[in-house]
């Protein structure tokens, strides 16, 4: 149980950090994030020129947390489909591995 939890918890870190921080290559998250309204500036937001997402699916790629918490529901469920294992370890593993990941995204960035 610990492996998977580790294994999925990894994995789920590693997709979310690329999906919501990393241009990828050939700017494929880059652009990901671009379709989806998410528009980087050079300006804190104590700054005026500030301007939060609106859309939807840009306001969830901004936060790790959200992404995250997609990617290891997806991660876990082709985790126990594929390697083997009942639904019922999904209780476990999800949760895990969100933690897992919130974790070292919050420590890396």
């Known amino acids: 149980m610990i492996d998977s939890i580790l294994v999925v918890g990894l994995a789920t870190f590693g997709v979310t950090y690329l999906v919501c921080y990393t241009d990828g290559p050939k700017d494929i998250f880059k652009n990901l994030r671009k379709f989806a309204g998410v528009e980087y500036f050079m300006i804190t937001p104590d700054d005026e020129g500030y301007k939060p997402p609106t859309k939807f699916f840009a306001k ?19 985790y126990v489909l ?20 919130g974790i070292l995204c919050e420590r890396i960035t």
């Not at 594929?82 to 949760?95: D, E, M, Q, R, T």
């Open 60 to 78: 969830l790629l901004i936060c790790h947390w959200c992404t995250g918490t997609w990617i290891a529901i997806l991660l876990s469920i082709l």
């Open 82 to 101: 594929l390697v083997g294992g009942n639904f019922i370890s999904l209780v476990w593993i999800i949760p895990a591995s969100l933690g897992l990941s």
